[in-house]
């Protein structure tokens, strides 16, 4: 039985979907959580959802002064980052300052937490990328991009800072808030279109990616690695 009594974890993106659904799976197995975000009203609906014991932190991954401003808190047991701020599109559709705003936010948000967050020789550093690293789609260039990058960012940094493990979760497509700028009809053909392609037969939910992320915390012999929890997606 996976066991995280008393462990340390930040979850950085923790307010929300893979984070938060994370966040209450260590927060109900005994670890000390602290969950971090930009958004502090989303904090705080997030922390009601934990017990007295979590913490929260108000965070932005894209701005480094914050970020580096925690190199000299104590280590962390483990870090999972799951923060993104990745809209959706084509090339062409894409506006150019939000296409730099998702790569900054996503990929280089996660290099300069894992470069700064003190992370325990025995702990492991997650990052929460996205099958899309392997299975791009017609309008997906820019993240897939990202999520191969992140991926390839966690395998070479589990030689670089080794013996601290780290590794990454990539999930399918997802059940979460991120599509509910989508009217509620089309973000359920939507979701009825790619369960009936799945393998699995439906589409995932945060809680899906959140197991893969408490089992590479637990397996100290895994490291550099992708979990891919799509489904079967990458295969449909």
Known sequence: MLDFMNLSVLVIGGSSGVGLATAQILDRMG????????????????????SDTAQHLELDITDTAQIQALQDS?????????????????IMALN???????????????YTAAKYIPVSAKGSIIFVAGYLSVRPGKASALQSAINAALEALGRALALELAPVRVNSVSPGLM??????????????????????????????????????????IDNDYTTGSTVYVDGGGRIA
């Open 31 to 50: 670890a000390n959580v602290t969950i971090a975000s930009r958004n502090l009203e989303k904090l705080h609906e997030a922390k009601r959802l934990l």
């Open 74 to 90: 104590p280590c962390w047991d483990h870090v999972v980052i799951s923060a993104a701020d990745t809209p959706m599109g084509g």
């Open 96 to 110: 150019d300052d939000d296409a730099r705003h998702a790569m900054d936010s996503k990929f280089w948000g996660a």
């Open 175 to 216: 059940d979460t808030k991120l599509w509910d700028s989508l009217p509620s009809k089309k973000r359920l053909e939507m979701f009825d279109m790619a369960a009936n392609k799945l393998p699995i037969g439906r589409v995932g939910l945060p809680n899906d990616a959140a197991k893969a992320v408490c089992f590479l």
